[in-house]
Nanobody
Framework: QVQLVETGGGLVQAGGSLRLSCTAS????????MGWFRQAAGKEREFVAG????????SYADSVRGRFTISRDNAKKSVILQMNSLKPEDTAEYYCAADDWFRTVQAGTCRYWGQGTQVTVSS
């Protein structure tokens, strides 16, 4: 089992930045690909960014590419989502997720999920 806890959400003005952190406990963190997802009110959950177990490969949704950066620190069992140039349409609940396979993370069918952290971007 892997337990995931997200922190760092909050309220920010458009154009601002936020840094989301996801800390894992349980089994070996470095074995897992990790991802960030978001779900806005009334919409389906969508993939935001993913990172392979070693950190060598990353993937981004078109809507955030160039503004968001995903990274990980396997020694600290954490994955970070740095969000810059935030827009009101980035407002959503953000979730961290883990799975054995990077392709599964990209597909959004991850085995482990956190509880989420709310990000609100005001115009």
């Amino acid at each position: 089992q892997v337990q995931l806890v997200e922190t760092g959400g909050g309220l920010v003005q458009a154009g601002g930045s936020l840094r989301l952190s996801c800390t894992a406990s349980g089994r070996t963190f470095s074995n897992y690909a990790m991802g960030w997802f978001r779900q806005a009110a009334g919409k389906e959950r969508e993939f935001v960014a993913g990172i392979s177990s070693t950190g060598a490969v990353t993937s981004y949704a078109d809507s955030v590419r160039g503004r968001f950066t995903i990274s990980r620190d396997n020694a600290k069992k954490s994955v970070i989502l740095q969000m810059n140039s935030l827009k009101p349409e980035d407002t959503a609940e953000y979730y961290c997720a883990a799975d054995d396979w990077f392709r599964t993370v990209q597909a959004g069918t991850c085995r482990y999920w956190g509880q989420g952290t709310q990000v609100t971007v005001s115009s």
